[in-house]
Every structure is written in C-alpha cells, then in structure tokens.
C-alpha cells in the first residue's frame, strides 16, 4: 500500500508542477521556471518556433525577449488539463493537454494568439521537488497573429 499512496502523491505533486509553470508564465516571472524546470532541461519547441532549447537560462532569457515586459506579448492566461502522469521511482512521464491565450501589446494591441495543444514531458525527483527535464511542445490549434509571442517588440513576424 505504500508504493499506492507514494505514486500518488507523486502524481499529485507533479502536476502542481504544470500549475506553477502557469503562474510563473502569466505572471512573467521567468526567472521563477527554476521552481519548474531542471537548469540542464532541453525543450523541443520545433513544433511552433523551430527552436530546441537547451538549459534554463536560455529558455528564461528567450521567454523575457519574446514574451517579457516591453514586447508585443501583453497579458496571458495558460491552462492546463487532462494530466496523464505516470511516475515510476524517481522519474515520471508526463502528457498534459494546454490552452493558452496571448493579448497583444504594442504594436499588436487589439489582436489575440490562441494555442492549444500538448506538454509531452520527462519529470525527475530532485531536491527541491519535482522538475520538467526534457519538454516536447505541440501545438495542435492555433488561431490569430502569431507574431505576438515571436516578436520582441519590433512589430511582430
């Protein structure tokens, strides 16, 4: 019985992790992704960006650029659901379903970016708790002008 509640608590701690990442993104705090993901992470992003991201702290400064105060990426709100988590010891995997929407500033205010799509996810146990190792991000949907999370305040793409 133990393993059953310790795999449950992981479960349950792992996706308070996706609920952080949501905070930590709406309320551009970037620097905070540290509570989220691992400094050696690497997050395949060639999906919507054609970027792979290899570490933290780029990630944390491309996310401040494109998306930071100061570029077309005003207010957003990011959702998570449909967790399917499956820890097993000291790693999990996680597939969590997103729906994100992105008011635009600047030069794009007045116009909106919708996503919807898929957080494919490696998970490891460390000392500060559950962290998001290894990242695929998939869009599914996408509705409006883009540019407002690829710009950094030039005018969009």
Request: net charge negative; with cysteine.
């Amino acid at each position: 019985m133990d393993e059953v509640l310790r795999a449950l608590e992981d479960e349950r701690l792992t996706k308070r992790v996706y609920l952080r990442y949501c905070d930590v993104i709406d309320a551009k705090d970037y620097d905070a992704l540290s509570e989220v993901f691992t400094a050696d992470c690497v997050g395949d992003y060639s999906n919507t960006n054609g970027i792979v991201q290899e570490g933290l702290a780029p990630l944390v400064e491309y996310l401040h650029d494109v998306m930071g105060r100061g570029s077309c990426c005003g207010p957003t709100h990011h959702n998570v659901l449909n967790f399917r988590i499956d820890p097993d010891g000291d790693t999990a995997s996680g597939h969590v379903h997103f729906y994100a929407v992105h008011q635009g500033a600047r030069e794009l205010t007045g116009k909106m970016y919708t996503c919807w799509g898929q957080y494919d996810d490696v998970l490891v146990r460390t000392p500060e708790g559950w962290r998001v190792s290894r990242r695929m991000y998939t869009n599914y949907v996408e509705e409006g002008d883009k540019g407002i999370v690829n710009s950094n305040g030039g005018g969009g793409s």
